[in-house]
Nanobody, 121 residues
Framework: QVQLVESGGGLVQAGGSLRLSCAAS????????MGWYRQAPGKQRELVAA???????NYADSVKGRFTISRDNAKNTVYLQMNSLKPEDTGVYYC???????????????WGQGTQVTVSS
């Protein structure tokens, strides 16, 4: 059983910054891709940023230059540094990770419960 626990969300004014963290725990052998998704009011869930085990990154066009995704493999943790936040960044942010455990012996997708990010103007 793998759990992804997110933290760092909250209320911030436009132009401010937040750093989201997501720590994976359980009988983990390895973690492949990790990423952050968000769902804004009235919109579909979208990929915000992703990072591979080798450090390759991918960002949504709307956050390029403002957000940075990183990971600490020793801690099984992925981060999302969000700078110059805009009201349109508001939404529930979900952590995702492809995890291989001692039970499955193959990568399986896991999701966090989500953390609310609200940006006021």
């Amino acid at each position: 059983q793998v759990q992804l626990v997110e933290s760092g969300g909250g209320l911030v004014q436009a132009g401010g910054s937040l750093r989201l963290s997501c720590a994976a725990s359980g009988s983990i052998l390895s973690i492949n891709d990790m990423g952050w998704y968000r769902q804004a009011p009235g919109k579909q869930r979208e990929l915000v940023a992703a990072i591979s085990s080798g450090g390759s990154t991918n960002y949504a066009d709307s956050v390029k230059g403002r957000f940075t995704i990183s990971r600490d493999n020793a801690k099984n943790t992925v981060y999302l540094q969000m700078n110059s936040l805009k009201p349109e960044d508001t939404g529930v942010y979900y952590c995702h990770a492809d995890v291989t455990t001692i039970v499955t012996m193959f990568p399986f997708p896991y999701w966090g419960q989500g953390t609310q990010v609200t940006v006021s103007s």
